[in-house]
């Protein structure tokens, strides 16, 4: 299909970039000989001014935009900051942001708690006090609109379909996809998109996060920081992630394929508009298998 069929993504997957796949020789169950793609992952450092924060493993397609995601997501990067640069240095695989304000970070980057991001997320202890004062905007979700846009996402071409091993993350705007960004971690795939909105300055109120992912802990703080109200999967949920979204009144949809989905917060914002006999289930042919182990 030509990416014509999506003019409202401003920025899609690009499954055709030679950086981001090799092809690779192996046997398959029959012991035949095969070719296939497999996904490229490098190591990334992000510098916050002088100070070295952390050192990521990612496809780096988007490198600046990871850097000042990830940079937010975990509170060093204020939403007020003026950022002077971000210069990333492909040779030596380093991004450095620089702000105006003076940043040190030392004893924030000793307490720092391991979550389920797929070993290698993490998330600072003080990340959680985002949920105290937080207040996201009460906007509708048609179910029409959520039909029609997890059938968009699963038709967009991606790094998924060409070699699997990855996650992804779309920030849309009612039925419409607006941001798709891929990454080996799903947490990376939602930096990219919250430096995004950063750099782009996007308001956040209303907007829907669609994410391949499991719907943890992690992905409910990072969504709520965003100031986004409706959080989608294809995956399942934790326990932890539904009791966050609960008390920050975050709508949380989970196992969301073909006809089926499953809410367990912020049921109020959903309006059931769409007869269900003319939604088709999801074909075989973009069906994301990860999707159903994590269940």
């Not at 970039?17 to 070719?35: F, K, N």
């Not at 450095?96 to 940043?103: A, L, P």
């Not at 070993?119 to 006090?129: C, N």
């Not at 986004?228 to 399942?236: E, F, N």
Request: glycine share 8%; with cysteine.
């Amino acid at each position: 299909m030509k990416q014509d069929n999506w003019p409202h993504l401003i920025v899609r997957p690009n499954p055709d970039d030679p950086r981001l796949t090799e092809r690779v020789r192996g046997v398959d169950q029959t012991g035949a000989a095969i070719e296939t793609s497999v996904t490229v992952e490098r190591p990334l450092t992000i510098f916050l001014n002088s100070q070295e924060i952390v050192t990521a493993m990612t496809i780096n397609d988007y490198p600046e935009v990871l850097a000042t995601g990830y940079l937010l997501n975990q509170g060093m990067l204020l939403p007020t900051d003026k950022v002077t640069g971000v210069d990333y240095d492909d040779e030596l695989s380093i991004v450095v942001v620089r702000t105006e304000r003076k940043t040190n970070y030392e004893k924030k980057l000793k307490k720092k708690v391991q979550t389920s991001g797929c070993a290698q997320g993490t998330v600072f202890g003080d990340l959680m006090e985002a949920l105290e004062d937080v207040s996201l905007p009460d906007v509708e979700l048609k179910t029409s609109w959520l039909y029609r846009l997890t059938s968009a996402i699963n038709t967009i071409p991606s790094l998924y379909l060409e070699a699997g091993a990855i996650h992804g993350c779309v920030l849309a705007h009612e039925d419409k996809p607006l941001v798709y960004m891929e990454d080996v971690g799903r947490h990376n795939a939602v930096d990219k998109i919250a430096g995004w909105m950063f750099r782009e300055k996007v308001a956040p109120g209303d907007k829907i996060f669609y994410t391949t992912g499991r719907l943890t802990s992690e992905m409910v703080l990072k969504t709520v920081r965003m100031g986004i109200p409706i959080l989608i999967s294809r995956s399942g949920f934790t326990a932890w992630g539904v009791e966050l979204a609960r008390k920050a009144n975050l709508t949380l949809i989970g196992r969301a394929r073909g006809k089926r989905f499953i809410v367990l917060a912020g049921e109020s914002r959903i309006t059931f508009d769409q007869d269900l006999e003319y939604v088709e289930e999801e074909s075989a042919k973009h069906r994301r298998k990860a999707g159903a182990q994590e269940e």
